[in-house]
């Protein structure tokens, strides 16, 4: 059953309708006819006959008495994310390495359930520990209701806490941080545990305000905020994508000086001897291979090069006529994977793997082709305002007079 307006003239009548079936109709059929609808709004006549309904329905009831004013109000929070977390929490063992950690301190607060809480805020709204605080007013989060924020300053100091200053890069340290990471491995360590295979990369996080007193320094900003202090942050991982360690350094370290100490780190900290990197370009250097090679056992490693700079890989690797090997086919569908092409190249004791995609091929060709002409064009007006792009840059070449043109060597190794 249900209301329903009914014009009549120039008025409009309430009626209590309900659907009934006909064959293979429906109708609508009138169960009583209230009366004209203006004259039961001014009189309050509907509003009664509502007030008088509600007695029969609990839930409008509730809410009624809400809206008198008449009930004690009560706090909405969401469970969810507890519910998920809370047991990947429990399950990789951070409650009891934060307790093992924390045995011969006493504190005020539970530590363990204020490091949970900045972990779990950040997972659902990245942000500092003020705004975790700010952000616990809609979750229910057990253990966590007594927590100020000063609690959570305290706990972040705790991970921090210096253990032991370390070696260059300049500003790593041993802290608490660290020995929860190797209580982590220990515990998933079994006689055949082998750390054969490890991914590492880097990123910058860059400070508002004040923040990054002690570490925080300008460097390359990886987030284009060069006007502020950063931090750079390493993170090691193992084939199956489990943490295995993170590391901090200042703001303006080079990529490439991280991974040989995070490397003698991982092996005095976990034990590992064998052991395989896996870095894309920006994180190596003829040095860094070097130590890799000479080390007591030599680290394997499997890194990106650059193509067009390193004489070896444009020469040799790109030169070689070895054939292809189509390892994933042309799409026949939009959604397939894209097509690849590879072919192994050795040069002396180094192997390398060349990847080609079919569908990039006309789009770079596109793309320096449009390149080249704008070259053209601007060479005309003046060239000194080319060298500052990274595009542009690498098709010039300096002439006797000093001045810059297109260098058509380096337009033809591009092509190939």
């Known amino acids: 059953m249900f209301f329903r307006t009914k014009p009549a003239g120039s008025y409009r009548y309430l009626q209590i309708v309900h659907s009934v079936r006909e064959g293979k109709k429906v109708r609508q059929q009138v169960i009583a006819t209230l009366g004209r609808l203006d004259l039961?709004?001014?009189?309050?006549?509907?509003?009664?006959?509502?007030?008088?309904?509600?007695?029969?329905?609990?839930?409008?009831?509730?809410?009624?008495?809400?809206?008198?004013?008449?009930?004690?109000?009560?706090?909405?929070?969401?469970?969810?994310?507890?519910?998920?977390?809370?047991?990947?929490?429990?399950?990789?063992?951070?409650?009891?390495?934060?307790?093992?950690?924390?045995?011969?301190?006493?504190?005020?607060?539970d530590v363990e359930r204020a490091i949970y809480l900045t972990v779990l805020h950040r997972l659902f709204a990245s942000g500092s520990d003020r705004a975790a605080e700010r952000w616990r007013?809609?979750?229910?989060?057990?253990?966590?209701?007594?927590?100020?924020?000063?609690?959570?300053?305290?706990?972040?100091?705790?991970?921090?806490?210096?253990?032991?200053?370390?070696?260059?890069?300049?500003?790593?340290?041993?802290?608490?941080?660290?020995?929860?990471?190797?209580?982590?491995?220990?515990?998933?360590?079994?006689?055949?545990t082998e750390v054969e295979l490890v991914f590492f990369d880097t990123t910058s996080l860059y400070f508002e305000g004040r923040g990054g007193e002690s570490i925080g320094q300008r460097g390359h900003n990886k987030d284009h905020r060069p006007d502020l202090k950063q931090m750079v942050v390493g993170m090691a991982v193992d084939v199956e994508g489990r943490p295995i360690c993170s590391e901090m350094w200042p703001g303006n370290t080079a990529d490439v000086t991280t991974l040989v100490p995070i490397v003698k780190r991982m092996r005095e900290r976990f034990r590992i001897r064998e052991i395989t990197v896996v870095a894309d370009r920006g994180m190596v250097s003829q040095a860094t291979l070097e130590a890799f090679e000479n080390s007591n056992p030599p680290v394997r490693y499997i890194v990106g090069v650059r193509m067009r700079r390193q004489k070896e890989v444009s020469l040799s690797v790109l030169g070689s006529r070895k054939p292809w090997f189509e390892?994933?086919?042309?799409?026949?569908?939009?959604?397939?994977?894209?097509?690849?092409?590879?072919?192994?190249?050795?040069?002396?004791?180094?192997?390398?793997?060349?990847?080609?995609?079919?569908?990039?091929?006309?789009?770079?060709?596109?793309?320096?082709?449009?390149?080249?002409?704008?070259?053209?064009?601007q060479l005309h007006?003046?060239?000194?305002?080319?060298?500052?792009?990274?595009?542009?840059?690498?098709?010039?070449?300096?002439?006797?007079?000093?001045?810059?043109?297109?260098?058509?060597?380096?337009?033809?190794?591009?092509?190939?």
């Open 40 to 109: 039961l709004e001014a009189t309050g006549q509907l509003e009664r006959l509502m007030r008088s309904g509600l007695r029969h329905c609990q839930s409008f009831a509730v809410i009624d008495a809400h809206a008198a004013g008449e009930l004690q109000p009560v706090a909405i929070r969401r469970i969810g994310p507890d519910l998920v977390f809370s047991r990947l929490w429990k399950e990789s063992g951070i409650p009891e390495a934060l307790r093992w950690v924390l045995k011969p301190r006493q504190y005020e607060f």
């Open 137 to 192: 007013e809609d979750y229910l989060i057990p253990g966590t209701e007594g927590l100020e924020l000063h609690h959570l300053y305290w706990a972040m100091a705790f991970l921090g806490d210096r253990i032991e200053q370390l070696e260059r890069p300049a500003g790593a340290v041993r802290c608490n941080k660290d020995l929860i990471e190797e209580a982590l491995f220990e515990r998933r360590r079994d006689l055949f």
């Open 327 to 377: 390892s994933v086919p042309e799409r026949s569908k939009v959604k397939d994977p894209a097509p690849l092409k590879i072919k192994e190249v050795r040069v002396e004791h180094r192997r390398y793997v060349v990847c080609l995609n079919e569908e990039e091929r006309p789009k770079d060709a596109h793309d320096r082709a449009a390149i080249v002409a704008h070259l053209k064009e």
């Open 381 to 416: 007006n003046g060239d000194k305002s080319l060298v500052g792009n990274k595009g542009y840059r690498r098709f010039l070449e300096v002439e006797g007079n000093g001045h810059f043109a297109l260098d058509q060597e380096q337009i033809k190794a591009e092509e190939r």
